[in-house]
């Protein structure tokens, strides 16, 4: 019996890991941290200040909800959070960065996404479209969040441990329009003032459900 069974298990395993990729008509869940890599917000381009300011480095958290049209394209529906600061600028070694508020983007995001299936290592791009949720805290209550469009492009890649559980990760830039600059400091269309431009990076673990299965 025990020779029986050291004779299957490895067949039944190397089945199931073979299997393991994006299935057409999955649904896969998600969760996953990270790192929030701050840009900077450009004199004129907030109500704020009357110079530039940098968002800080901080963790990053979020979730995402996707479907597996095809084998190749999916669509990912991604929510991700942190709570950061927004500090003066400075360079040099160990440069002194005051903090001058508390900055909380949050993000949801449609992305298209297409996957380049090999085995059980699923790579991916994606390219998205959703809003940026600005919140600085000041303690000053007049002071609203904001919502703005922001555009986004990933690559990652998907390790499916079997049909139905894996591990992802993904490195995501994001542009976030914030409007035309106020204080004189617009320079028309093209003005890379208007935008808040940020970078994350983002691992997690998930579960597919359904699907048609090869």
């Known amino acids: 019996m025990n020779k029986l069974l050291v004779a299957i298990l490895p067949g039944l395993f190397a089945a199931s890991f073979a299997s393991a990729q994006p299935a057409p008509g ?15 917000f450009q004199k004129g381009s907030n109500d704020l ?29 991604a929510v991700r959070r942190t709570e950061t600061h927004l500090v003066e600028p400075a360079s040099g070694v160990f440069p002194s960065k005051p903090a001058v508020a508390v900055l909380i983007p949050a993000t949801v ?35 609203r969040d904001v919502n703005r469009l922001c555009l986004s492009m990933a690559a990652g890649a998907r390790f499916y441990a079997t049909r ?29 003032g208007r935008w808040f431009t940020n970078a ?6 998930f579960l597919s459900f359904g699907g048609k299965r090869p």
Do not use: C
């Not at 299936?117 to 000041?138: C, I, K, Q, R, S």
């Open 26 to 40: 999955s649904i896969e869940v998600g969760v996953g941290g990270g790192r929030f890599f701050g840009g900077s």
């Open 49 to 77: 200040f009357d110079h530039r300011v940098e968002a800080d480095d901080d963790i990053l958290k979020g979730f995402w909800l996707g479907a597996q049209l095809s084998r190749e394209w999916g669509l990912e529906v």
């Open 109 to 143: 995001e449609l992305a298209g996404i297409r996957s380049f299936p090999y085995g059980n290592f699923v790579p991916y791009l994606g390219f998205g479209v959703g809003f940026m949720n600005v919140e600085a805290d000041t303690g000053d209550v007049s002071r």
């Open 164 to 192: 139905w559980i894996g591990a992802r990760i993904d490195v995501r830039g994001r542009a976030t329009y914030l409007g035309v600059r106020s204080l004189g400091e617009d320079r028309g269309t093209f003005d890379q």
């Open 200 to 205: 994350e990076l983002l691992g997690g673990i």
